[in-house]
Structure formats: C-alpha cells, structure tokens
C-alpha cells in the first residue's frame, strides 16, 4: 500500500525557473507548463533541490558527529536513492504545479469564457528584462537584452509526494529539515528572487512541524 503526502511551496517573491528555452523574439527563458498550460516546477528539479539540502545537513551533522547520523545517513539513500542513482528510494516526487482545486477553477473560468488563456497567464506571471551577460566572460553583452518570463510572488504550487513503502520516524524528520531549508528556487535566487516557503501536509494537516520539531529534539 502506498503512502502520500503533499509538499506546499509559496512563492515569496517573483520566480524564475523553467526549462531553459523560450520563445523567439519575445521570451529568452520561458517556464515550465504543466499539460493544461500553467506554470510548473519539474519533480526531478524539485528532488535535485531537496537532495542538496539534505546533504548539507548531513554535513552538518558528520561535522558535529551527531549520534543519529547513521540512521540519517539510511534515510537519505532511503529518500533520494544513492549518489548518482535513483535506484533503492521509496520516494517518488511528482511535478509541483498550482494546486487542483484552483487548476480546475481557472480551466472552469476558460472554458466558459469568462477569461482567456492570456489573461490567466498575464495574472499569475511577468516578463523581467535586464541587461544580457556572458556566461564565460561576465561582461555585460553591448545592445543586448534578456527576456525571463517569472512566477510571480503569492502564488503556491504543490507537489505530490508518494512512498512505496511506509517511511520512517527519521525519513520524515531528514525530508521536513531538507524541505523548511529550502529558501530559494531558480535563477538569481541569491539576489532575492525566487525566495519561497516550503511545508509538508498530510491530507488537510500540515505536519511539518510535528517532524521539524522532533529533528530538533536529536540535533540538540
């Protein structure tokens, strides 16, 4: 019997992130969209964020030769699979995409023409431009500019978690620290855009700090 819970991510301030392409002569870096044609965070970049925070905690905690480190350790290969490998995880992480009940209420609003599919996108996304820079050089390119269409901040998107086998005490404790430690996603998320707020629900009960606090409790 399989086991889900529900990952929640609120977008604080204007995201971007996507798949790297964009439309010619308008966007240079376009989002991601899900099949109905709204913005969406892929599982597999979501699992390569979680897996980084996770790992940094664990550093943390081999650093300061925590006495739980072992069985974390398990949780982590548990949780993510081993280092270059999906293989030997119990957790699958759907795509992160702007919740159901509000996906259905603007493809509902659509459909009856009661808004458009532009307007909608122009509601809930903006297009940044700035100054194009090298890659190799950083010198800002002459007569250049760069178009990213952003996420913009107070929206939510939320991503399906779902385990294939019941998951421990100390999975859930390491999967609540990695996602709460989550505080940006996508490019420039260093120059405060794309700050968020990352929680863990269990149907219609938030539970992140029912494990956040119990982490605490072993770390102390």
């Not at 913005?39 to 905690?57: A, N, Q, W, Y």
């Amino acid at each position: 019997m399989m086991t889900a819970y529900e990952i929640k991510i609120e977008v604080l301030s204007d995201a971007a992130f996507g798949s790297g392409d964009g439309i010619a002569g308008f966007v240079d870096m376009d989002l991601e969209y899900d099949g109905n044609g709204f913005p969406m965070l892929k599982g597999k970049t979501l699992k390569g964020i979680m897996t980084e925070r996770c790992d940094f905690i664990l550093d943390c905690l081999r650093q300061y030769k925590n006495p739980f480190l072992e069985e974390y350790i398990v949780s982590r290969q548990r949780l993510f699979g081993s280092h270059g490998s999906i293989y030997g995880c119990i957790m699958h992480i759907c795509n992160a995409v702007i919740p159901g009940k509000v996906e259905k209420w603007l493809m509902a609003a659509i459909s009856q023409n009661r808004v458009t599919a532009d307007e909608v996108e122009n509601a809930i996304t903006n297009t940044v431009v700035q100054t194009a820079v090298d890659q190799k050089t950083k010198e800002v390119k002459k007569n250049r500019l760069r178009t990213t269409r952003v996420l913009l901040h107070g929206n939510f998107l939320s991503s399906s978690l779902v385990f294939v086998e019941e998951p421990t005490v100390f999975d859930m404790e390491l999967l609540t620290v990695s996602l709460v430690s989550i505080k940006g996603i996508g490019l420039a998320k260093t120059r405060g855009r794309g700050r968020v707020s990352v929680s863990l629900w269990d149907g219609s009960n938030e539970i992140t700090d029912e494990y956040l606090n119990s982490f605490i409790e072993k770390v102390r």
